[in-house]
């Protein structure tokens, strides 16, 4: 298999998992990324990665409340995509997080739904208060799976976090 059947086979994954999605949101971080040595572009993914790990428990529990801990089918779907790693040429740009989440009761996004996830966000140390949250449009969630895997196309085959992404096992079988 070449690489671009590769990046084609990756982005049918993504938009079929996609489709089990109900929600795009992209969180903006303060780490730029303009004019940028490689060295400074590894330790940026590293602290992006890292704030994250720390993010991602937090939004579980604002979609889902802990009923994810006591039946696993209340795991949230989220995929994760970390973009901005192959622009270092712009003076706005900076790392952010794509992300696409399904499987929760929508009654969760709530008045303050948003400001609560600014302050998880903003915690981490690297988010801003720059967040974009929109539904995907139903039938066309596949487009999402393929947008948010556009930098596999510019040379960055890692911009999926897959360390980051949980996809519950009854939604596997797509």
Same mark, same amino acid.
């Given at each position: ?5 590769? *990046? ?7 938009? =079929?998992?996609?489709?089990?999605? /109900?929600?795009?949101? /992209?969180?903006? *971080? ?5 004019? #940028? ?16 790990? @720390?993010? =991602? ?19 949230? #779907?989220? #995929? ?13 740009? @900076? ?26 966000? /903003? ?11 929109? @539904? ?9 799976? *393929?947008?948010?895997? =556009?930098?596999?196309? =510019? ?13 519950? @096992? ?5």
């Amino acid at each position: 298999m070449n690489k671009q059947a590769i *990046t084609r086979a990756h982005d049918d994954f993504l938009g =079929k998992l996609a489709q089990q999605c /109900t929600l795009s949101m /992209t969180l903006q *971080t303060n780490l730029k990324t303009y004019n #940028i040595s490689k060295w400074q572009m590894e330790r940026h993914i590293e602290a992006a990665h890292q704030a994250m790990r @720390s993010f =991602k428990p937090k939004l579980n529990r604002l979609l889902t409340g802990n009923g994810y801990r006591r039946n696993p089918q209340l795991l949230p #779907i989220m #995929i994760f995509a970390l973009e901005g790693t192959t622009n270092t040429y712009d003076h706005n740009k @900076s790392l952010h997080f794509h992300i696409a989440t399904g499987n929760f009761d929508q009654n969760r996004l709530d008045v303050n739904f948003l400001e609560t996830l600014i302050k998880h966000w /903003t915690g981490t140390g690297i988010g801003t208060d720059d967040i974009k949250i929109t @539904s995907l449009i139903r039938g066309r969630e596949r487009g999402w799976g *393929t947008y948010i895997n =556009k930098e596999n196309y =510019k040379g960055n085959e890692w911009c999926v976090d897959y360390a980051s992404t949980q996809i519950p @096992s009854h939604l596997l079988a797509y």
